[in-house]
T-cell receptor, first 111, second 112 residues
């Protein structure tokens, strides 16, 4: 029972903003949206997470729609090193729920 | 700043052999996890440990056992390896379930 839906692949030109969409139409009120990425067979790397407000850190921005049914991860100035598989995950932030990874979006940054 | 360290990084086993994957974290985290990732697929949780002394099954526990040796170490054991267990295994840790999870670099296991 996949909680999120992401496009399987995307391309983005180097230096441009990469916008990765994620649908999570069944998200419940206490579930956060998390983004991780995995660069070529390395361990997944945490990027950002949020509940309902937009969030920004040194890596990316997370825009969550008002109804919380979808979100967008924004890499403002994509570099070749941002080529990776990006996972959008929803989870509660308490109790025993663990991260469940789907198949993610393979983002390719094009020179 | 080692973070999460896994050993071995690569291993080839024959069907029926046993082995243990070792994992240690130096971040004083309470929770630790073992995931597997098959080619072209996302990560699937095998076992997790909420805190020292506790372990619980994840999504795909069959064929595996785990030991939370102390707060730092969480090992994964394959008692009788099968070709279906050929995969990349990731250990991870977090301060608690509500916190960011940090992953190791992975262990590539091939069962022939």
């Amino acid at each position: 029972d996949a909680k999120t839906t992401q496009p399987p692949s995307m391309d983005c030109a180097e230096g441009r903003a990469a916008n990765l969409p994620c649908n999570h139409s069944t998200i419940s009120g206490n579930e956060y949206v998390y983004w991780y990425r995995q660069i070529h067979s390395q361990g997944p790397q945490y990027i950002i997470h949020g509940l309902k407000n937009n969030e920004t850190n040194e890596m990316a921005s997370l825009i969550i729609t008002e109804d919380r049914k979808s979100s967008t991860l924004i890499l403002p100035h994509a570099t070749l090193r941002d080529t990776a598989v990006y996972y959008c995950i929803v989870r509660v932030n308490f109790g025993n729920e663990k991260l469940t990874f789907g198949t993610g979006t393979r983002l390719t940054i094009i020179p | 700043n080692a973070g999460v360290t896994q050993t071995p990084k690569f291993q080839v086993l024959k069907t029926g052999q046993s082995m243990t994957l070792q994992c240690a974290q130096d971040m004083n985290h309470n929770s630790m996890y073992w995931y597997r990732q098959d080619p072209g697929m996302g990560l699937r949780l095998i076992y997790y440990s909420a805190s020292e002394g506790t372990t619980d099954k994840g999504e795909v526990p069959n064929g595996y056992n785990v030991s939370r040796l102390n707060k730092r170490e969480f090992s994964l054991r394959l008692e009788s390896a099968a070709p279906s267990q050929t995969s990349v295994y990731f250990c991870a840790s977090s301060e608690g379930f509500r916190n960011t999870i940090y992953f190791g670099e992975g262990s590539w296991l091939t069962v022939v």
